[in-house]
């Protein structure tokens, strides 16, 4: 029963910092490339995640892992200038993926810390996962699994699935 009411304050809290959250950064990809940062960090707070760029920029996230579904990243340049900031946990960003060998540094710099670790498969095939949390379509409640094969260092697939933590039939049966 314990499990049943911490399942319940998790979803109610995250629907609480979703909301808050949104209300506040819905507009936050409309910031016109080249604001200064400081200018967008007295409006919508510091970065939840940063990490250095090759090009000596600095990549920065605004996210609401692990219960939220959005995460807007932008770069900034030496001058504090960014560039344009866009939303990340998109099927459409993710997209990107497919592109290149990723690695987990790689991932958690463009997409931001994910909203849970796991591992599946046998112990002779185990493979480490990523999920982040997200709008599949802008209109359903899934988690983005990212796997980075059997050595841990590259991504090797990636899928959306169904996130059980918004499941309304569960919801209710609380």
């Known amino acids: 029963m314990k499990t049943h009411r911490l399942y319940r304050y998790l979803r109610l809290a995250a629907c609480a910092a979703a ?16 604001s200064a940062l400081s200018a967008v960090e007295a409006k919508w707070g510091q970065p939840n995640f940063a990490c250095d760029g090759p090009d000596g920029t600095r990549r920065l996230v605004w996210t609401q892992q692990p219960l939220g579904q959005y995460a807007w990243g932008t ?14 946990l998109t099927d459409q960003h993710f997209e990107k993926l497919r592109t290149g060998t ?3 540094d790689q991932v958690r ?6 909203a849970e670790r796991s591992t599946v498969g046998l112990p002779s095939n185990t493979q480490l996962v ?4 997200y709008r599949q379509s802008g209109a359903w409640n899934s988690l983005m699994y990212v ?3 059997t050595d841990g260092q ?20 609380m």
């Open 19 to 34: 909301l808050g959250l949104l209300g506040a950064c819905a507009n936050m990809a409309e910031v016109p490339p080249g």
């Open 75 to 88: 770069n900034v340049d030496a001058a504090g200038n960014i560039d344009r900031i866009e939303p990340l």
């Open 102 to 104: 990723w690695t987990q």
């Open 109 to 114: 710099c463009e997409f931001g810390p994910p």
């Open 130 to 133: 990523w999920s982040y949390r």
């Open 147 to 149: 796997y980075f094969g």
């Open 154 to 173: 590259h991504v090797t697939r990636f899928h959306p699935g169904p996130d059980l933590l918004f499941d309304r039939n569960d919801f209710w049966l």
